[in-house]
């Protein structure tokens, strides 16, 4: 088969480290790819964005199967283009896609079919989202969150704890802060408990979860600073236990595929259910419509079956036949990030010790790398993540850590707690 993967972050790179394993499998393209990944597969230059050229190189080189990385050319209908063309592609149409795309389609369709998630209120104007921000604090929230309605690079959400700081960010958000993903804006009251990743394979007659996971997304330690894209992930969460399991599967995951077929959504690719557990009750954050990145690289590490297959079987409606094979270990990977992330930071810097840290046998996925006169260099705010596996969670970060104090580059760091949740629960 020939495979084409959009994107170019670490979950693309996680993809192809896994594709690239299928005996199903002769050549992966990337469009656009990073330095790492063109190790792996033949980078080719299109944006992920350029959806027409992305369906004329499918179909000029008779590409079997393309996996979407990415969020954005899923809500621009890349989809709904290939599936025009008869070209078979992993992932929802553009309608599917405002589980993602738009915070408050997600919110009434959860609504709608009784799955559980934080009670909130959608507003189009300035004026009438700060009064019900000052009235819920008057009522005595201990903190609220405020999102952007569309997409903005992870960016759009804030966590306030006092409404100074809360109609601060309303202001950016209806002053165009976020272009045009700011115009509505859903605030939420703010769940606490401890989150967790769920990612389902999903073809719109049948639902099937991977490996559970928790992504750590403040930049500093113990879970303090800016929110980012994630600063490492661990599988599996074990708060997400056997009791958590059910009540996810019978209150959000059925539900969600009620829900598709209810609505007649055109949904052949994956959900990441963003999960918060309080006492042992999940509810739902968040809906995104690709797979979670970080958490991608941690499932991926400890998935043992034939990836090609899964998601082929996926995107022809046929995941009732696919096998999925899992081992029990759990597996950890770090970000590596630029010096100024998640604000501004520079890039250009040699990256130096990655074929140290592949010597220890973590398996190192680029995020943001570029090749600048044939050395790596950083070229993103995340830039890497370095991945193992290991008997236990304790095994897994001694071994992700051994390798991160491998790589060096100008500014480069990460977070030294990244699985150390886990470890509490003895596991």
């Not at 959504?265 to 006492?279: E, N, Q, S, T």
């Not at 996926?314 to 990030?337: F, M, R, T």
Request: proline share 4%.
């Amino acid at each position: 088969m020939r495979i084409l993967v959009i994107g170019s972050g670490g979950r693309e790179h996680a993809l192809i480290w896994k594709l690239k394993q299928s005996p199903k499998v002769d050549t992966i393209y990337c469009a656009p790819g990073n330095a790492g990944i063109a190790a792996d597969a033949k980078c080719v230059a299109i944006e992920v964005d350029e959806l027409e050229k992305l369906a004329d190189f499918a179909q000029a080189n008779q590409i079997d199967l393309t996996v979407v990385g990415p969020e954005a050319p899923l809500c621009d209908g890349i989809v709904d283009q290939f599936r025009t063309r008869k070209l078979a592609i992993f992932g929802p149409a553009k309608v599917a896609a405002q589980l993602e795309g738009s915070k408050d389609f997600a919110k009434e369709f959860m609504l709608k079919y009784h799955i559980p998630t934080a009670k909130s209120a959608t507003f189009k104007n300035e004026k009438d989202a700060s009064e019900y921000v000052k009235n819920e604090f008057l009522l005595g929230v201990k903190g609220i969150v405020i999102k952007a309605d569309g997409l903005a690079a992870g960016k759009g959400v804030l966590v306030a704890d006092g409404e100074a700081e809360a109609l601060a960010f309303l202001h950016d958000c209806f002053d165009g802060a976020f272009g045009a993903a700011g115009a509505k804006v859903l605030v939420e009251e703010c769940l606490y408990g401890e989150e967790a990743s769920i990612l389902a394979l999903c073809d719109g007659k049948t639902i099937v979860p991977l490996v559970s996971s928790q992504d750590h997304k403040r930049v500093g330690d113990n879970d303090t600073g800016l929110n980012t894209g994630g600063m490492g992930a661990y599988s599996p969460a074990p708060v997400v236990d056997q009791q958590v399991w059910q009540k996810i599967n019978e209150r959000i995951l059925q539900p969600f595929l009620h829900g598709v077929r209810a609505e007649k959504l055109d949904f052949r690719g994956v959900i990441f259910v963003g999960i918060m557990i309080c006492d042992t009750e999940p509810k739902v954050l968040e809906f995104n419509v690709r797979f979670g990145d970080p958490e991608i690289q941690p499932v991926l590490r400890r998935f043992d079956g034939d990836l090609c297959d899964v998601l082929s079987k996926v995107a022809q409606g046929n995941l009732s036949e696919a096998k999925l094979i899992w081992s029990d270990d759990p597996a950890v990977s770090v970000v590596i990030a630029s010096g100024g992330y998640p604000g501004k930071y520079q890039k250009g810097f040699e990256i130096k010790g990655l074929a140290d840290a592949a010597a220890t046998g973590a398996v190192v996925f680029h995020a943001g790398t570029a090749l600048k006169d044939g050395k790596i260099v950083n070229s993103g705010g995340r830039v890497l993540g370095v991945s193992a596996r290991g008997k236990n969670i304790a095994e897994a970060i001694a071994k992700a850590y051994e390798a991160v104090d491998k790589i060096s580059f100008e500014g480069g760091f990460c977070r030294r707690d990244i699985g150390a949740k886990a470890l509490k629960y003895n596991k």
